[in-house]
């Protein structure tokens, strides 16, 4: 049986990863954390599932780390480079999964292949108006992946005001009242447009990726991050 404690369990992700956990065979929460919560409360878990602010996620990071337990991050504002700059040791388990769906997973992969032949790229993002980060980590991952699979410089337009720049390719953020999470990657090139998008209808959407992590996150070694690498396309 694999003890579990989620730290931000009450908020609207982690009540739903709380759901989840409970659904599985295997699995056990020993621990939920809010905001009023004392970190010392998840250390006696195997794996610690971390659906907190960003501004909270550091401080749960370390101290999972410091304990040798696992930890599964689907707090959102990470990215390679800043997991890359805590400069964790070799022993750590860490998983970081930007979003748990599985066809945003896909949109993502496929627009990696697309930027190995078009590299001009652009994305817009759009979230709920709750949603306090920007860019988002969907699209800090997708623009990392981009710039990965990129064979030559692209030749991008100068930014519009507003933009972020990540890994070199313009991101767009925009907050809507109504919206779960949307994604379109456009890319621009000879004498053509492609454009991928992924848009989330359900947060129900969710479940399947993150009973997928969380399986993954029980037994990985060393630092992993995307879902891509978890369900074994990268």
């Given at each position: 049986?694999?003890?579990?404690?989620?730290?931000?369990?009450?908020?609207?992700?982690?009540?739903?990863?709380?759901?989840?956990?409970?659904?599985?065979?295997?699995?056990?929460?020993?621990?939920?954390?809010?905001?009023?919560?004392?970190?010392?409360?998840?250390?006696?878990?195997?794996?610690?599932?971390d659906a907190s602010r960003h501004d909270?996620?550091?401080?749960?990071?370390?101290?999972?780390?410091?304990?040798?337990?696992?930890?599964?991050?689907?707090?959102?504002?990470?990215?390679?480079?800043?997991?890359?700059?805590?400069?964790?040791?070799?022993?750590?388990?860490?998983?970081?999964?930007?979003?748990?769906?599985?066809?945003s997973m896909v949109a993502t992969h496929?627009?990696?292949?697309?930027?190995?032949?078009?590299?001009n790229a652009r994305i817009d993002e759009?979230?709920?108006?709750?949603?306090?980060?920007?860019?988002?980590?969907?699209?800090?991952?997708?623009?990392?992946?981009?710039?990965?699979?990129?064979?030559?410089?692209?030749?991008?337009?100068?930014?519009?005001?507003?933009?972020?720049?990540?890994?070199?390719?313009?991101?767009?953020?925009?907050?809507?009242?109504?919206?779960?999470?949307?994604?379109?990657?456009?890319?621009?090139?000879?004498?053509?447009?492609?454009?991928?998008?992924?848009?989330?209808?359900?947060?129900?959407?969710?479940?399947?990726?993150?009973?997928?992590?969380?399986?993954?996150?029980?037994?990985?070694?060393?630092?992993?991050?995307?879902?891509?690498?978890?369900?074994?396309?990268?």
């Amino acid at each position: 049986m694999t003890t579990v404690a989620v730290v931000g369990a009450t908020g609207r992700f982690g009540a739903q990863v709380v759901r989840v956990v409970e659904a599985m065979d295997g699995f056990e929460i020993i621990a939920r954390l809010n905001s009023q919560s004392d970190l010392a409360e998840m250390d006696g878990a195997d794996l610690v599932i971390d659906a907190s602010r960003h501004d909270v996620s550091n401080a749960v990071l370390d101290r999972a780390v410091s304990n040798g337990q696992r930890i599964l991050i689907g707090t959102s504002g990470w990215s390679a480079a800043a997991l890359e700059a805590k400069n964790l040791p070799a022993t750590a388990n860490v998983v970081v999964i930007p979003n748990f769906s599985i066809g945003s997973m896909v949109a993502t992969h496929v627009s990696a292949i697309v930027a190995r032949y078009i590299p001009n790229a652009r994305i817009d993002e759009t979230h709920h108006v709750s949603k306090v980060d920007a860019p988002s980590g969907t699209s800090t991952h997708t623009a990392e992946a981009i710039a990965a699979a990129r064979a030559e410089t692209p030749n991008q337009p100068a930014a519009t005001p507003g933009d972020h720049i990540v890994a070199g390719v313009p991101i767009t953020s925009h907050r809507l009242p109504d919206a779960i999470a949307e994604q379109l990657v456009t890319f621009e090139g000879n004498g053509e447009t492609v454009t991928i998008l992924h848009e989330t209808l359900s947060r129900d959407s969710y479940d399947s990726g993150i009973a997928a992590a969380i399986r993954f996150a029980a037994t990985s070694a060393g630092i992993t991050v995307g879902l891509d690498r978890v369900m074994g396309i990268q």
